[in-house]
């Protein structure tokens, strides 16, 4: 097929714009990972990064006669509040497209707006307070320590070990810094103890939940870090000095089926298609607590394709996966 890779502008590379060139994998983009994975299953593809013009990008993918959108995109303008935008630039050509539509991107990008959502349908979710620009106050019932982020950023945006806070006059504190430094509101959040899960799914009506991975904390207990900061996430060193790691999940089968069904509930419910990922907290005494819904996770080989990789899937099988339920997916409703 003709296939259109759509990419942040920010990842845009102007020396190989097609990114036609061989790349090694500890330097390889995402986007480059996935433009060469559609070319070896045999689509022709082309990159083109979604412009701040809106009016020419929302015509140049029917320009180029794609058959499949593939959306790599994350953001639009710089803020990631606004990837909804994208979505619905391409529901409106009436373009066949990878990923979630504008309801579930706009669902799992609110942490609050998922959480009550969730909570309203029985799941268990953390305490939490949402304040305004400007608002400095928090409810009496919130239990702490709590996690303080901005409302609308992707999961580890903004987060460091001060965003920890013991006590309200931290949280407090913390989200001035927040409101001044985003301009966005802040969500204050009960810290669950527990194991981090993180459930990634490839499906729609039925998707398959694929081997959770946990996060490991190896050094928690001599003052590591114990929840994923912006610096755990980016900083390949930092991981190493505290013991973190990424395996798979050990679980027993009535935990994983019980895993699995909550996730493809849940995923049903955000609104997620072709792909995503699901992060919980499951306490020592078995809770299982829904933290956030990611409906464009790491599509990396590391990312994404390792959790596949533990269920048989080779990369490339990932991929073709995904374009094969987009393109089933609007065939469907089409018809």
């Not at 990008?57 to 990631?80: C, M, Y």
């Not at 990837?83 to 050509?93: G, H, M, N, Q, V």
């Not at 969730?118 to 106050?137: T, Y």
């Not at 946990?214 to 050094?219: A, Y």
Request: with cysteine; charged share 30%.
């Amino acid at each position: 097929m003709r296939v259109l890779l759509l990419i942040d502008i920010e990842c845009a590379d102007c020396e190989d714009p097609q990114l036609t060139r061989r790349r090694h994998a500890s330097v390889a983009t995402v986007e480059s990972h996935v433009a060469s994975a559609l070319r070896r299953l045999g689509h022709e593809v082309t990159i083109l990064p979604f412009d701040r013009d809106a009016a020419r990008a929302l015509h140049r993918p029917r320009a180029a006669r794609a058959d499949l959108v593939f959306n790599l995109t994350e953001q639009f303008d710089g803020d990631r509040r606004k990837d909804a935008y994208i979505a619905s630039c391409l529901e409106r050509l009436h373009v066949p497209y990878t990923g979630a539509g504008p309801a579930g991107l706009t669902l799992c990008r609110d942490k609050a707006g998922s959480k009550r959502l969730l909570k309203r349908e029985g799941f268990d979710v953390p305490g939490f307070n949402v304040l305004s620009v400007g608002e400095r106050r928090l409810s009496r019932a919130l239990r702490y320590p709590v996690l303080v982020k901005p409302l609308m950023a992707d999961a580890s945006e903004h987060m460091a070990r001060t965003s920890l806070a013991p006590t309200a006059r931290a949280a407090l504190a913390r989200v001035a810094w927040l409101h001044e430094r985003t301009g966005q509101p802040v969500i204050c959040e009960e810290f669950i103890d527990g194991r981090e899960l993180k459930i990634a799914l490839l499906g729609n009506e039925r998707p398959l939940v694929l081997p959770p991975r946990e996060v490991r904390f190896g050094r928690m207990g001599c003052g590591g870090p114990i929840f994923i900061t912006s610096r755990v996430k980016g900083d390949p060193d930092y991981r190493r000095t505290w013991k973190i790691s990424y395996p798979r999940a050990r679980l027993s089968a009535p935990e994983f089926r019980r895993l699995a069904a909550s996730a493809q509930r849940i995923y049903r419910l955000l609104e997620m298609r072709d792909y995503g990922k699901i992060d919980i907290r499951l306490t020592p005494n078995g809770r299982m607590v829904f933290i956030e819904g990611n409906p464009n996770p790491d599509l990396s080989p590391t990312g994404f394709g390792r959790i596949a990789s533990w269920a048989g899937y080779a990369y490339t099988d990932v991929i073709r996966a995904i374009v094969d339920l987009a393109v089933t997916r609007y065939a469907t409703s089409r018809t």
